[in-house]
C-alpha cells in the first residue's frame, strides 16, 4: 500500500510542485525566537525532503522560476541603480564591491586550499552569502556548456551546487542577522545615538531651507473650527506668522460648503475643515476658534493618492526643499524606494521612481501628481507586452559570448535579464505608459519565481543531501560560517574606517551589501529609526548587480 501511494505521488510532478510550495509557505510562517523562518527556508526545507525521497518536479520549473526573479529584482532595482552613479553612489557602490569581491576570493581561497569537488565553491558562495542572484547565475554559467573536470558530468557538478548551497544557507540566512547584530556591541557603536546625530545633522542643513519642515510621524486627521479670532481674516493661511503645518480642505459658509481658493479668507462664523496633525491642531485652535462638530464637513473626508515621482527637475531635491504642506497643500505620509520604506527626514533626497503617499483634497492631489510624475493607481494593469518583451530581450543579451583559453565568457541569461530589468525598470519610472508592472503584480511574480526556482534546487539537492553532508558537510558549515562573517566584516572597516561613515547609515549599507532585510529590521529596531534604511537600499542597488556577477565567476574555480 505505502509503495503505491508513493509511486502515484511520483507519478504527479505538478502536484508535487505545489504541495512543496504550499507546505514550505506554512512552514515558513515559523519563528524561532525573533527570526521568522521564512517562505524561502520553508520550501528549501520541504524541497529536500521531497528530493531524498525521489519526488520528482516539472522541470520547467526551476527555469521559468529564476527568468521572473531576476527580471523582477532588475526592474525593481533600475530606478534606483542607474540614479547613483550620478549622485552619492560612490561609497554604496564601494561597499558593495568589496563585499561581494572579498566573499569570491574567500571562496576562491578555499576551493583551492581544500581541493573543493567542482560545484562546491559557488554553492558555497551562494549559500553563505544567503543570494539568490548568485545561486541562479552559478546555474547559469553551468548550463551555457562550462568546461568540466574530468569524471564529472553536469548532473553531479549541479548536486554539488544545490547541495553545498542548502548546507550553507541556514547560517547565511540566520548566523547572518545575530553576527550584524554583535557588530555594534563589539565595536562600541551606540546606533541610537548615531541615529540621534544624523538625524540632528539633517535639521541642521534642512532648517536652511525650511524651518518647519519635520518628518511626519502621524497620520493626519480632519477636525473642524468655527472662526471667532477677528485677527485671522482677510489673511491668508500661509502667512509664515501662523506657522501652521496644516491645509485646509473644505470651508462652509452660510450654510454652503465649497473648497477654497489658496490662500483662502474668512470670515467671521465659518465652519473650517483642516487637515493636520496633532501639533497642528492645537495652534489652529488658536488661530481660528474653537473646535466644533459638523457632520456635514467631516463627512467629505480627505483623500489619499498613491504617486511615483518621475520627473527629471526634482531628482535630488530633499523633503524641506519640497515642502509639499506649503506649496501643493498635501501631506506626504509614506516614501518607499525599491520596495523599503524610508525615513521622512527633511533631508531625505527624492529620487525618480521613488513612490510616495500623499493626503490631501481631490484637486490638490491630481495637480500634484501632474507636477512631479504620475498618479500609480491610474496603471494597475500590467503591461504583460513590454513585460514578455523585456524578457525576451534578457535572453538574447545573454546569449553572446567569447572564449577565453578554452572558457566560454558572457553575460549568460541571468546577466542578460537582469541588464534588462534594469533597463525596464529606469525607463518606466521615466515615462508613464512604458512597461507597467504594478507593486503588486511585481512582488507576487519575484516571489514566486524565487520559490519556483528555489523549489527546483531543493529537489535537486535532495537526492544528494545525506551523503554530501556526512561526507563533507561539517567542512562545508565550517567554511560557510567564514564566507558569512569576513565579507560583512571588511565591508564594516572599509565604511568606518575609510569612508568615515555614520554608524547607523554604515550598519544599514552593511545589511544593504549583504541583501538581508531580516538584519536590516534588526539593525531600525536596535537605532530605533528608520536611518539606516537609507544605507540599506544604497547598497542593495548595487549589491544585486556584484553578487549575480559573483556567482558566475565562482562557478570557475
Wanted: proline content about 3%; hydrophobic content about 50%; overall charge neutral.
Amino acid at each position: 500500500m505505502e509503495k503505491a501511494i508513493l509511486a502515484f505521488i511520483q507519478s504527479q510532478p505538478i502536484v508535487n510542485l505545489f504541495l512543496i510550495l504550499g507546505i514550505g509557505v506554512v512552514v515558513g510562517k515559523i519563528r524561532i525566537g525573533k527570526i521568522d523562518i521564512g517562505s524561502v527556508t520553508g520550501v528549501l526545507s520541504i524541497g529536500l525532503i521531497a528530493g531524498h525521497f525521489g519526488l520528482p518536479i516539472p522541470a520547467p520549473a526551476l527555469n521559468l522560476g529564476f527568468i521572473l526573479f531576476i527580471y523582477c529584482v532588475g526592474v525593481q532595482a533600475g530606478p534606483r541603480f542607474w540614479g547613483t552613479f550620478k549622485q552619492d553612489g560612490g561609497r554604496y557602490l564601494i561597499l558593495a564591491l568589496v563585499t561581494a569581491g572579498s566573499a569570491v576570493g574567500l571562496v576562491w581561497a578555499f576551493s583551492r586550499a581544500f581541493e573543493l569537488e567542482q560545484g562546491f565553491a559557488p554553492g558555497l558562495l551562494a549559500g553563505a552569502l544567503s543570494s539568490t542572484p548568485t545561486l541562479i547565475a552559478a546555474k547559469d554559467t553551468l548550463a551555457q556548456g562550462l568546461e568540466l573536470a574530468q569524471g564529472l558530468t553536469r548532473e553531479a557538478v549541479l548536486a554539488n551546487l544545490s547541495a553545498s548551497y542548502a548546507i550553507t544557507y541556514v547560517f547565511g540566512m540566520a548566523g547572518l542577522i545575530i553576527f550584524i547584530a554583535l557588530i555594534p556591541k563589539i565595536f562600541r557603536i551606540d546606533l541610537q545615538e548615531a541615529a540621534k546625530n544624523l538625524s540632528e545633522a539633517a535639521w541642521i542643513r534642512a532648517s536652511r531651507v525650511a524651518d518647519d519642515a519635520i518628518e511626519i510621524k502621524e497620520t493626519p486627521t480632519v477636525r473642524v473650527y468655527r472662526v471667532e479670532n477677528e485677527e485671522t481674516l482677510n489673511r491668508g493661511l500661509d502667512d509664515r506668522e501662523y506657522g501652521l503645518d496644516a491645509e485646509v480642505c473644505r470651508v462652509k459658509r452660510d450654510g454652503e460648503v465649497f473648497a477654497p481658493d489658496y490662500p483662502p479668507q474668512f470670515q467671521l462664523g465659518d465652519h473650517v475643515a483642516l487637515v493636520g496633525n496633532q501639533s497642528a491642531h492645537e495652534h489652529a485652535l488658536e488661530i481660528f476658534g474653537p473646535e466644533t462638530f459638523d457632520q456635514e464637513l467631516l463627512d467629505r473626508t480627505i483623500e489619499t493618492k498613491t504617486i511615483v515621482m518621475s520627473k527629471k527637475a526634482f531628482d535630488g531635491k530633499t523633503i524641506a526643499e519640497m515642502n509639499f504642506t506649503v506649496n501643493n497643500h498635501c501631506m506626504l505620509l509614506h516614501l518607499t524606494r525599491a520596495g523599503m520604506d524610508l525615513p521622512r527626514r527633511p533631508d531625505t533626497q527624492i529620487r525618480r521612481g521613488d513612490i510616495l503617499i500623499f493626503s490631501g483634497t481631490k484637486y490638490h492631489l491630481q495637480a500634484l501628481s501632474e507636477r512631479i510624475g504620475f498618479a500609480e493607481s491610474r496603471w494597475q494593469e500590467t503591461d504583460l507586452m513590454t513585460f514578455a518583451f523585456g524578457i525576451a530581450l534578457g535572453l538574447l543579451i545573454g546569449i553572446p559570448s567569447f572564449t577565453v583559453s578554452g572558457t566560454r565568457i558572457g553575460l549568460g541569461a541571468a546577466g542578460g535579464l537582469l541588464v534588462s530589468g534594469l533597463i525596464f525598470g529606469m525607463l518606466h519610472s521615466r515615462f508613464i505608459l512604458f512597461g507597467r508592472l504594478p507593486i503588486a503584480a511585481r512582488n507576487i511574480l519575484m516571489e514566486l519565481g524565487l520559490l519556483l526556482f528555489m523549489a527546483g534546487v531543493a529537489v535537486n539537492a535532495g537526492t544528494t543531501i545525506v551523503e554530501t553532508f556526512l561526507g563533507a558537510g561539517a567542512k562545508l558549515v565550517l567554511l560557510g560560517v567564514a564566507v558569512t562573517i569576513v565579507p560583512v566584516l571588511v565591508c564594516f572597516f572599509v565604511g568606518r574606517f575609510l569612508l568615515k561613515m555614520n554608524g547607523a547609515l554604515l550598519m544599514g549599507a552593511v545589511t544593504g551589501s549583504m541583501t538581508s532585510s531580516g538584519a536590516l529590521q534588526h539593525i531600525n529596531r536596535s537605532a530605533q529609526s528608520t536611518l539606516p534604511t537609507l544605507g540599506y537600499v544604497g547598497a542593495y542597488a548595487f549589491a544585486n548587480v556584484f553578487l549575480t556577477i559573483a556567482g558566475s565567476i565562482a562557478m570557475r574555480f
